[in-house]
């Protein structure tokens, strides 16, 4: 009873031990290349993990969920606000036969090496007999939300923008009921990003109750981005 209790325990922690080692794998690869690494995200993992269970319960590979859903609309569910999502799957006796058929793959290579995708996450469930079936999401997310207030008709937003190497954004701003919103405030963090501050009056469609849409744009390189759709409650 005591060694169930604790496979129980450590049953998490080593599959979290995993996840983390398959992304380092990844970046690995991207390193290689010369291609940024992928930062961690948390939705990226939800959805491959929710979809990695889907197939072990199917016991087939596909890109279609049991609900006809697609990568980015579980993405999305699970709380991304990346535009754009990708995804690998695959099933092999281990880790590494899954990413080295994966690099054998022209569409698979091209989301592992794809400089675009900025964030991702992974999911794994080990089969009877030692199979194990992999999914990795990937997204290009940039933003990670620190906080979204709204105080005496005001609205503060503050988080952090992962940056291109080398390169620093000529501006940053939210689009908002057709508004642009451009950051206040920006500093420069150690891990590649940036902390922006953003403080505007409430728009008159926000409603109480309802969902703000704010679609985040950098514009860098000479070039326009838009990289997330962050949807927030409306207090």
């Known amino acids: 009873m005591i060694r169930v209790v604790l496979f129980l325990l450590f049953f998490p922690v080593m599959l979290l031990a995993a996840q983390d080692a ?19 995200d948390e939705a990226s993992s939800t959805a491959a993990a929710v979809h990695a269970h889907d197939l072990s319960e199917r016991l087939s590979l596909s ?8 990568v980015a609309e579980r993405y999305r569910r699970a709380g991304g606000t990346g535009l754009r999502a990708g ?22 290579r091209e ?20 199979r194990l079936i ?14 979204f207030r709204i105080a005496e008709q005001r609205v503060y937003v503050d988080g952090d923008l ?7 954004p000529q501006s940053v701003f939210l689009k908002i009921t057709g508004s642009e919103i451009t950051a206040l405030t920006a500093i420069i963090n150690k891990k590649n990003s940036v902390s922006l501050h953003f403080d505007f009056p409430l728009p008159d469609k926000w409603q109480p109750g309802g969902v703000a849409a704010m679609e985040m744009n ?16 409306i207090p």
Do not use: C
């Open 162 to 168: 992962s940056l291109s190497p080398g390169i620093f």
């Open 111 to 130: 989301n592992i090496l794809n400089p675009d995708w900025f964030s991702g996450g992974t999911g794994i469930v080990h089969l009877p007999g030692g």
């Open 63 to 70: 890109h279609w969920g049991n609900d006809g859903s697609r």
């Open 218 to 233: 950098v514009f860098e390189n000479g070039e326009l981005r838009k990289t997330d759709l962050i949807l927030q409650d």
């Open 87 to 108: 995804e690998n799957l695959g099933a092999g006796d281990n880790i590494k036969s899954i990413i080295d058929a994966w690099m054998d793959s022209p569409a698979h």
């Open 134 to 147: 992999l999914v990795v999401v990937f997204n290009n997310s940039r933003w990670q939300q620190k906080e």
């Open 22 to 40: 398959i992304l380092l794998e990844l970046n690995g690869i991207r390193e290689e290349y010369g291609i940024p690494a992928l930062d961690s």
